[in-house]
């Protein structure tokens, strides 16, 4: 067990909806992160919170935003989706940026 | 970040040290090597890193060079449990407090065989 809890486990939903998921850190962590694992695109970055401000950003969609709140858990909102949405989305912790990061078991996206 | 190369498959049986490679030949001086594994479809479990100097912890043993281009990671009693793909990341140790994102390849799948 990580520490690090994301939910829901597993989400259904059709196109064009919009979706939230939720990621709360290790007791202590104050940067989260979150990923996008896809069959075709592998473990992409998507995007780095350090004690609620936004730090960097990856390969991440207009249509995706996120935010991480005063008690520093964070959630990660997809909307307009589409089929190629489905992935695994993880989310991770740190203490800060320099320190190993550490994987929730993360959240199974389908698009119907 | 620097790239890494590692191969794509490997096996090992078990209770066998099982000793996975991986260079990084262009690898900066502030540069860490990185050691995740992932089981599944489970997320990424971290396992390890280094800067220049060998370490080992509970999980793993990892082996730098000294011109820091590869590295290797030993698990010394592999079991079934250890079946998974193993990710070398190389990550600066400092982006100035923005952007310390792993970059992950294809990694390696270990099969610990019976």
């Known amino acids: 067990d990580s520490g690090v809890t994301q939910t829901p486990k597993h989400l259904i939903t059709a196109t064009g909806q919009r979706v939230t998921l939720r990621c709360s850190p290790r007791?202590?962590?104050?940067?989260v992160y979150w990923y996008q694992q896809s069959l075709d695109q592998g473990l992409q970055f998507l995007i780095q919170?350090?004690?609620?401000?936004?730090?960097a950003k990856g390969n991440i969609l207009e249509r995706f935003s996120a935010q991480q709140f005063p008690d520093l858990h964070s959630e990660l909102n997809l909307s307009s989706l589409e089929l190629g949405d489905s992935a695994l989305y993880f989310c991770?912790?740190?203490?800060?940026?320099?320190?190993?990061?550490?994987f929730g078991d993360g959240t199974r996206l389908s698009i119907l | 970040d620097a790239k890494t190369t590692q191969p794509t498959s490997m096996d090992c049986a078990e209770g066998r040290a099982a000793n996975l490679p991986c260079n990084h030949s262009?690898?900066?001086?502030?540069?860490?090597v990185y050691w995740y594994r992932q089981i599944h479809s489970q997320g990424p479990q971290y396992i390890i890193h280094?800067?220049?100097n060998n370490e080992t912890n509970e999980m793993a043993s990892l082996i730098i060079t000294e011109d820091r281009k590869s590295s290797t990671l030993i698990l010394p009693h592999a079991t079934l449990r250890d079946t998974a793909v193993y990710y070398c990341?190389?990550?600066?140790?400092?982006?100035?407090?923005?952007?310390?994102?792993?970059?992950f390849g294809k990694g390696t799948l270990l099969t610990v065989n019976p």
């Open positions: 262009t690898i900066s001086g502030n540069e860490y």
């Open positions: 991770a912790s740190s203490v800060d940026g320099s320190q190993p990061q550490h």
């Open positions: 990341i190389v990550r600066a140790s400092n982006s100035g407090g923005s952007n310390y994102k792993l970059t």
């Open positions: 919170y350090y004690n609620g401000e936004e730090r």
């Open positions: 007791s202590g962590d104050l940067s």
């Open positions: 280094g800067l220049k």
